[in-house]
Antibody, heavy 123, light 107 residues
């Protein structure tokens, strides 16, 4: 059974940093691209970042480029998101999501999602 | 980026009604489209992929159709468990952009 378990969320001041993690199990982690998707309170879904199965190619939304870094540790089946220079508008529930096919993630939707972790940016 | 526009934003319906949600894309991309269901406080759940393929375990009352720039999600007979918010997503190109969501409410 595929399981994705996020952790690391919390309350942080504007300008601060936070590191999210997603522990994956139930599938061959290195064979699938992974993504972070966020949802601000009462709002829709926003893709944040994606990473190839190999970890060598990454993508970012313009809203987080230069501030967030996605990475993965395949031997440990863990996906991470390092978030720096946090802003109030980064407040959201952050989900990790597995792509449905292929290590690149291209032409793949998201077939499994974690339960989400809440990041609140406020002074 | 490809922009996705869903309509309506909110839909009120009775149990047993046939419900249709539309998703329009700013550019054509064949059938690289997915539909998700999200209930309050829960993660999204994949319902439909490749515009019309039903994800394993999803009830057959859900169906998807369309290609190019216009897509629809249909619930043939709305059940109490179906009251939720539905999102479309194109995944022809990175990023896989989402529609703004359609909330299906009880009438």
């Amino acid at each position: 059974e595929v399981q994705l378990l996020e952790s690391g969320g919390g309350l942080v001041q504007p300008g601060g940093s936070l590191r999210l993690s997603c522990a994956a199990s139930g599938f061959t982690f290195s064979s699938y691209a992974m993504n972070w998707v966020r949802q601000a309170p009462g709002k829709g879904l926003e893709w944040v970042s994606g990473i190839y199965g190999s970890g060598n190619i990454t993508y970012y939304a313009d809203s987080v480029k230069g501030r967030f870094t996605i990475s993965r540790d395949n031997p440990k089946n863990t996906l991470s998101l390092q978030m720096n220079s946090l802003r109030a508008e980064d407040t959201a529930v952050y989900y990790c999501a597995k792509t449905s096919g292929g290590s690149s993630g291209w032409y793949s939707c998201f077939d499994y999602w974690g339960q989400g972790t809440l990041v609140a940016v406020s002074s | 980026d490809i922009q996705m526009t869903q309509s309506p934003s909110t839909l009120s319906a009775f149990v047993g009604d046939r419900v249709t949600i539309t998703c329009r894309a700013s550019q054509s991309f064949s059938t690289w489209l997915a539909w998700y269901q999200q209930k309050p406080g829960k993660a999204p759940k994949l319902l439909i992929y490749k515009a019309s393929s039903l994800e394993s375990g999803v009830p057959s009352r859900f169906s998807g159709s369309g290609s190019g720039t216009e897509f629809t999600l249909t619930i043939s007979s709305l059940q109490p468990d179906d009251f939720a918010t539905y999102y479309c997503q194109q995944y022809k190109s990175y990023p896989g952009t989402f529609g703004q969501g359609t909330k299906v409410e009880i009438k």
